[in-house]
């Protein structure tokens, strides 16, 4: 058997505050159309940080101000089909403050900003359940 593989990758955590309530916004990944995070891999020539802004502007068409230390990790597992590596996922905050009307997937993605309980409910992953409950307290405190 091979030696598992762990996949660096980035993604934000995309936010805003609307009518005095927090929301995040959540895109389709490519495949199953499951509500994720916009991610990808680190690009060699950025940093994790960079990485996960340009994921931002083509997974979901959003700009922003992009927190320079991650809120967390979580991780997962590819499908077979992709590999099955593990993937560690830094996750970087992202105040949004543009929404564009085009962007690079907009044919093969949808988005949606929903609220915190909304997020937590849709997306599989445990650990990124735990982040988002995790960073909504946080920012409640501020």
Known sequence: MGEEQIIEQSAVFAYRKHKGNLQILLV???DSQRWVLPKGHVKEDLSPRESAALEAYEEAGIKGNTAKK???YYGYVKTVQKGGNFCRVSVFPMKVSHLLDKWPEMDIRKRKWMAIGEAIKIVDEKQLKKLIDQFYKE????
């Open 139 to 142: 920012i409640k405190i501020k």
């Open 28 to 30: 389709t990944s490519r």
């Open 70 to 72: 991650p809120i967390g």
